[in-house]
């Protein structure tokens, strides 16, 4: 009895820290919302409180501003299409690199994994360079392009710890039955790494949505904004406009919540599984 008072204790305890915890990372969520229907003067004179008067307004007018619709589809776009690239590329690349550890793929594979650690600012001016060079700036392929690079090492590490743990067996007795590898690697190799899918596209996705640095530095027509770059027009140099910025700020991150509430159980499946071996 006493064993199992200490336990409910316990458990109760953890309970009450996990709550705390969710109430804390809930808190910009509070503020980013009851100041998305506030005027701007009740904004900045009282940013905790209750709206006096709810302005949905704001909403409407911040739609408008960014033209959402078009900041939403070229949003898409660039997550969509580098997402699909990414999740092939690495795939099959971890593939050949797990199943043919020949010593140039043993290298490129350490320089992949070298290659994360490398702040993006210290290469943001021969990216520009390069960019400008193969007339790949102000360009949707271009940042596609760059995501895919960017993306890359980490989406390669991933799948190439899950590879790991695929059965060779199960290679084997597809081959004898007539495969050929392409035909392994996309009717059985590929169904068993769909936890790891999930999960990269999940990763990359919540990363390409929220990113800003990257399309300011290759986009500069309006009309190929992204919802960061579009929510951003509202901080100028010496005027912020917090009852336009906030509301659009709600808009583009809903999406991203959406997709992510659906999703979010695999990405503990996919990255455990992919970091039993290697």
């Not at 064993?3 to 109430?23: D, F, H, M, P």
């Not at 808190?27 to 006096?52: C, E, R, T």
């Not at 912020?240 to 509301?247: G, I, N, T, V």
Request: proline residues 5%; positive net charge.
């Amino acid at each position: 009895m006493d064993v199992q008072s200490k336990y409910s204790a316990r458990t109760l305890i953890l309970e009450i820290i996990v709550i705390l915890l969710g109430l804390v990372f809930l808190i910009p969520f509070y503020f980013l919302i009851i100041n998305s229907v506030k005027s701007f003067g009740d904004i900045l004179s009282n940013s905790a409180s209750w709206p006096q008067q709810f302005v949905w307004s704001n909403y409407v007018d911040a739609w408008k501003a960014i033209d959402f619709p078009s900041a939403l589809k070229n949003s898409l776009i660039v997550t969509i299409v580098s997402n699909l690239l990414l999740v092939l590329i690495s795939a099959m690349a971890a593939y050949q690199m797990v199943r043919h550890p020949s010593r140039f793929n043993r290298i490129l594979y350490f320089v992949l994994v070298a290659a994360m650690v490398i702040p993006f600012q210290s290469i943001m001016l021969p990216l520009m360079e390069m960019a400008s060079a193969y007339r790949l700036s102000n360009s949707m392929l271009g940042l596609i392009v760059s995501y895919l690079g960017f993306g890359a090492p980490l989406s390669i590490f991933l799948f190439h710890g899950f590879v790991k743990n695929v059965p060779l067996e199960i290679e084997q007795a597809a081959r004898v039955d007539g495969s050929n590898r392409y035909g392994v690697f996309f009717r059985i190799v590929c169904p068993l790494m769909m936890p790891m899918f999930v999960t990269v596209i999940i990763l990359n996705t919540l990363w390409i949505w929220n990113d800003y640095l990257l399309p300011s530095l290759m986009l500069s027509s309006p009309e190929m904004r992204t919802i960061p770059l579009a929510t951003y027009s509202f901080f100028g140099q010496y005027t912020k406009q917090w009852d336009m910025a906030l509301p659009a700020l709600v808009l583009g991150i809903t999406p991203i919540i959406i997709f992510f509430l659906f999703l979010q159980r695999y990405i503990i499946q996919g990255i455990t599984a992919g970091s039993v071996k290697g």
